[in-house]
C-alpha cells in the first residue's frame, strides 16, 4: 500500500512538469515528453560514444609509444 501512495505522488507530480512547461510554452504536451526521452538517449548515447573513443585514443596511443624494456631487465 506504502508503495502505491508514492508511485501515485511521482505520477501525479512528474506528469504536471512536462504539462506545466507546455503551457508556459505553448506547445503541445505529448511534443514536451518526447522532448525528455530524446534528450535522454542523446545523452545515454553520447556517454557511451565518448568512452569508445577514449578507448580507441588508447589503443593508437599504444601503437605508437612502444614500452620499452627497463635496465634492470637485461
Avoid: C, Q, W
Avoid at 505522488?9 to 504536471?16: K, L, S, V, Y
Avoid at 505529448?30 to 542523446?42: E, H, Q
Wanted: net charge positive; glycine share 4%.
Amino acid at each position: 500500500m506504502n508503495l502505491e501512495k508514492i508511485r501515485y505522488f511521482f505520477a501525479r507530480h512528474g506528469f504536471n512538469v512536462s504539462s506545466r512547461l507546455a503551457d508556459k510554452s505553448g506547445i503541445p504536451v505529448n511534443n514536451v515528453r518526447l522532448f525528455f526521452i530524446y534528450a535522454s538517449f542523446i545523452t545515454l548515447g553520447a556517454s557511451f560514444i565518448l568512452y569508445l573513443l577514449l578507448a580507441f585514443a588508447l589503443r593508437i596511443k599504444d601503437l605508437f609509444y612502444k614500452k620499452r624494456p627497463s635496465v634492470f631487465d637485461l
